[in-house]
Structures are given as C-alpha cells and as structure tokens.
C-alpha cells in the first residue's frame, strides 16, 4: 500500500478525553494495523468552548477578577505567545456556574471579569483575542465588560450606574474616551453560536433570561433595560446593532462586541478550523476522522464533527466519525458530510465505567477501523 494521510480531528468526549487525547487514541488503533504506512495529522477541536484553549495550543495563566456579583475569584485564559493570541472564556469570570441556583438574578450580575480578562491578555502585547462567550450568568449587555475596559456609563446624576441587568435602564451618557488603548490593534474574534437579535420575543432575555435566573416579572424589565441601553449606543456612537445576528449573545454582550469592540462573531467551529489552519491541513488527506461524546440530531447543528466534515467534502475527502454514544436520529449527519458512524460503547455497562475507559474503547475501536480500511484497500481490483 502507497503512503496516504490521516487527519484526526476530534473534539473532546467530555468527562472522558480530552480532543487531544481522543486524537492520539486513535493514532494509536491505526498504527496497530498500518504501522509506518500512514502519516497522521492530530488537530485536536473544539466549537469554541470546552477545549478550545487545548485546540489552540496556548498556555494557561490563572489571575484573580470579579466573579457575576463581584466576589474575588480565580480565573484561567490562555496566551500564545508566539502567535501574539489569547483564548478567553467568558463563563471562566462570568459563567452561570459561578453562582447557585438561588444567587442566580440577572438584575444584579454582571460581566466585569471578562473584561478585566481582557485587560490581562492585552498587558501582555497580544495582537488577537479568541473570545468564547457561552455559559454567561449575565443580562447586561456586555456593559460590566466594558467598565472593565475603561468605558463609563453615567446616569443623570453624573454617578457610575451600578453593576447589573437592571441599572442599563438608567444610562444617560457614555463615555469612551478612556477605553484601553491597547485594543485600538487588537483583532477580537468571537466564538458564537447563537444568532439572536438583542431584543423582543427571539432576543437575549425572552430566550435565555430564564435560564440565568430571570422571572416572568423580570424578563419586561430587562428587556427594557436592554432597549434603552441599545437607544444610548445608537445615540452616542451612532451605531444600531440591535438586529445583526448574535447581537443576543450572552445576554447582550454580542451588541458590546460588535458596537465597541468592532468584533467579529462567528460560528465557534469556524474559529477553531480558522486558527488551526484546517483547510490548509486537509486538502491532501485521504482520510478525516472527527467525532463527540455522543452524535445525534443536535450534532447538525453547529458541532465540531459537522464543521470538520463541510471543510472535507469540499475536497470530496471521505469522513469517519466516532462517537461514545449513538442518540435519536443520529443518522442526520450522513446528510451533511460524514460518510460512517462508530460507536465506542464496547459492551453494556454504567456510567461511570463507560467514561474511565473511554481512551482505550477508542483505540480498539480506531484499530477495528483500521482493519476494515486495510480489508477495503485489497478488495480493490
């Protein structure tokens, strides 16, 4: 058999792999059977949240930010340096998980430690910043985030307006003057994978308020608060941002990023295949093999196996996908680029088990699929 290429690109199996874990378990189950025949190319992946600092191949540094209701917390982004890029996370300072159930309250949360995130990474000369912003706590328009960065919003009394959803309704000037001057050559690029508008039935409150803690009697307010804050922008910088897709982002803080930040919003996937060069990397593959923890009709949506796939089949490159779990209509993905499906799961078991042994069900798997590209490769006449 004549040399040929492998890309592996999986995205992590959460709570089992990690993608790059997942990514060398099954160069391991190839190697069992093509040994030094095959060259691999390991782009470990990631839709822009869990794994995307890993995917990206930076450094993680941890410093102390507000926390949604401003308590002091330890948080983590990733620089590269070399690359001049930093990866932050905005659920690592601003994240729903931070609070309890019952210290959840979109009224009084706020996005502040992003931005000092972001003050960090720019002390350090980055030229790029990667910004995941699911998993967010806040109603706020991106408002506390841009405090952080040095943009005041006053109300009529001249005062700073508190933190939180609620206090947007009471702006009455924006200043920007003092903006971190340090973003004026800053390239942000955000991972998004929603495309609400800011407001009304479809916008950042009416849909993902309730999750963040927002009651029926809430939700008006914020979304009025909201309102009046886009109001405040389009009057002061001239700019309506309020229906381009992803504006509802993170409780508003996509109408932030695109009003102050000039940012880019993408798909998290595209980031991701962006950054790593994917394109470039698999055009002289004979073979992509991606996969998840578990595939079924949501993988269509906006996933990493599907991204991986759409970049392949534009060089008509088969694509294999391997999964720990098949769910309902799994078979949706044979219809966006991905050719086969295996699962992991060896045998009936728990949980638990399932997940420990996660790296070595993949390899035998890997090697299983090995085996049969082998057999295919000597029924050809």
């Not at 601003?94 to 931005?115: D, K």
């Not at 506390?144 to 040095?150: E, S």
């Not at 809430?218 to 389009?234: N, R």
Request: charged share 20%; hydrophobic share 35%; glycine share 10%.
């Amino acid at each position: 058999m004549s040399q040929f290429k492998i890309v592996i690109a999986p995205d992590s199996f959460k709570e089992s792999m990690t993608a790059k874990e997942a990514a060398t378990a099954i160069q391991n189950g190839f190697q069992e059977v093509f040994n030094d025949q095959v060259t691999y190319d390991l782009i470990p992946m990631a839709d822009g949240g869990e794994g995307t600092t890993e995917a990206l191949k930076a450094t993680s540094y941890t410093v102390q930010v507000k926390d949604p209701l401003f308590r002091n917390i330890d948080a983590s982004y990733a620089r590269s340096d070399q690359y001049e890029t930093a990866i932050i996370e905005m659920a690592e300072a601003s994240g729903l998980h931070l609070l309890t159930h019952e210290e959840r309250n979109p009224l009084q949360t706020s996005s502040y430690g992003t931005g000092q995130l972001i003050n960090e990474a720019l002390k350090h000369g980055v030229k790029k910043i990667i910004l995941g912003i699911g998993g967010s706590a806040t109603n706020d328009g991106g408002v506390g985030m841009l405090q952080a960065l040095g943009v005041s919003f006053k109300d009529v009394e001249h005062n700073e307006i508190k933190p939180g959803g609620a206090a947007l309704n009471t702006i009455d000037k924006i200043d920007t003057s003092h903006l971190n001057p340090l973003l004026q050559n800053v390239e942000i690029k955000v991972a998004c994978d929603v495309t609400n508008p800011l407001l009304g039935d479809q916008g950042a409150t009416v849909i993902y308020g309730p999750q963040k803690g927002a009651t029926e009697k809430m939700i008006p307010k914020l979304d009025s608060a909201l309102s009046h804050y886009h109001d405040k922008i389009k009057e002061e910088l001239q700019k309506s941002v309020k229906d381009i897709p992803g504006a509802g982002a993170a409780g508003g803080m996509g109408t932030a990023l695109l009003a102050f930040l000039d940012a880019n919003l993408q798909a998290g996937i595209d980031v991701v295949l962006d950054e790593t060069r994917f394109q470039e990397r698999v055009k002289d593959a004979q073979i992509v093999i991606t996969g998840e923890g578990k595939m079924d009709k949501q993988t269509i949506y906006g996933k990493t196996p599907i991204g991986v796939a759409k970049v392949a089949k534009a060089y008509d490159i088969p694509v294999i996908a391997i999964c720990g779990s098949l769910g309902d209509q799994y078979q949706e993905v044979y219809r966006h680029g991905i050719d086969t499906v295996f699962s992991i799961t060896e045998y009936p078991s728990d949980l638990k088990t399932t997940l420990e042994n996660g790296p070595q069900f993949m390899q035998r798997t890997a090697t299983n699929i090995a085996r049969l590209i082998k057999l295919n490769l000597k029924l050809k006449p």
